[in-house]
């Protein structure tokens, strides 16, 4: 990202795109440990859907850009 905290578009779709693999990661490993804790099982899941969220935005800001919108 740029150093004036001012982001471009590409930068963001970047930034939500890793975003949702960190969280997806973080969730798969609170599933795994759900197993033995319920509720971080709920979290885990939680963390799942907001991942798709996430890399949906990015996804549509994605095909935004493309079609040169800024």
């Given at each position: 990202?740029?150093?004036?905290?001012?982001?471009?578009?590409?930068?963001?779709i970047t930034a939500l795109r890793?975003?949702?693999?960190?969280?997806?990661?973080?969730?798969?490993?609170?599933?795994?440990?759900?197993?033995?804790?319920?509720?971080?099982?709920?979290?885990?899941?939680?963390?799942l859907g907001a991942a798709l969220?996430?890399?949906?935005?990015?996804?549509?800001?994605?095909?935004e850009h493309e079609l040169g919108?800024?």
């Amino acid at each position: 990202m740029t150093t004036d905290n001012q982001s471009t578009k590409p930068e963001l779709i970047t930034a939500l795109r890793q975003l949702a693999d960190d969280m997806e990661t973080i969730g798969a490993a609170l599933d795994y440990y759900g197993g033995f804790d319920y509720l971080l099982a709920e979290h885990g899941k939680e963390i799942l859907g907001a991942a798709l969220i996430a890399r949906g935005w990015a996804d549509g800001m994605e095909g935004e850009h493309e079609l040169g919108d800024s």
